[in-house]
T-cell receptor
Framework: AQSVAQPEDQVNVAEGNPLTVKCTYS??????LFWYVQYPNRGLQFLLK??????LVKGSYGFEAEFNKSQTSFHLKKPSALVSDSALYFC???????????FGTGTQLKVEL | DGGITQSPKYLFRKEGQNVTLSCEQN?????MYWYRQDPGQGLRLIYY???????QKGDIAEGYSVSREKKESFPLTVTSAQKNPTAFYLC?????????????FGPGTRLTVT
């Protein structure tokens, strides 16, 4: 069975500092991995994905993520955080040829001035 | 949220009543999904459909039903058998072609049952 772990319920960072939101996964076969962001009472917005190729994936709004196969991780990063980045972030994983995704429990990012 | 609409945004029902949540997409996607979101639990898959007139149970299908009579539409009925129906419900769709895989989400419906 697929599983996704986001070990931090909340991450606090000062504006201008780099941020990291952690994600580890367990899937059969080659994984495909995603990050989504959710603002209050809204749907999820797609940020970026890893299917194959370069381990460093760049996405929307300056976010990037690094796929690490040996550590089964896909951490989300941004070099310089903005207050407007404050939101709920979800990591998701799929694999085995199917199109079902398994989502993590989410990490609340809070960027403070 | 573009391309997927869910209505209504807020829905209130009395316990014991069935309620149907609407989901429509104009992205020409073959696959559609329904998720339930509860605080601290992430998204849990209720039902999904990969093609018209076919659908499969997800992880928490009990107390829910769906239909997929048209490619664009995937309504979810929350029945009186669902023991804890109050939640935020999200519909999503994805393309089956190429290597896209990512799901696109609607704005959600917040259901409150009292």
């Amino acid at each position: 069975a697929q599983s996704v772990a986001q070990p931090e319920d909340q991450v606090n960072v000062a504006e201008g500092n780099p941020l990291t939101v952690k994600c580890t996964y367990s899937v059969s076969g080659n994984p495909y991995l995603f990050w989504y962001v959710q603002y209050p009472n809204r749907g999820l917005q797609f940020l970026l994905k890893y299917i194959t190729g370069d381990n460093l994936v760049k996405g929307s709004y300056g976010f990037e993520a690094e796929f690490n196969k040996s550590q089964t991780s896909f951490h989300l990063k941004k070099p310089s955080a903005l207050v407007s980045d404050s939101a709920l972030y979800f990591c998701a994983a799929g694999g085995g040829g199917g199109n079902k995704l398994t989502f993590g429990t989410g990490t609340q990012l809070k960027v403070e001035l | 949220d573009g391309g997927i609409t869910q209505s209504p945004k807020y829905l209130f029902r009395k316990e014991g009543q069935n309620v149907t949540l609407s989901c429509e997409q104009n992205l020409n996607h073959d696959a559609m999904y329904w998720y339930r979101q509860d605080p601290g639990q992430g998204l849990r898959l209720i039902y999904y459909s990969q093609i018209v007139n076919d659908f499969q149970k997800g992880d928490i299908a009990e107390g829910y039903s769906v239909s997929r009579e048209k490619k664009e539409s995937f309504p979810l009925t929350v029945t009186s058998a669902q023991k804890n129906p109050t939640a935020f419900y999200l519909c999503a769709s994805s393309s089956q072609s190429g290597r896209s895989y990512e799901q696109y989400f609607g704005p959600g419906t917040r259901l409150t049952v009292t």
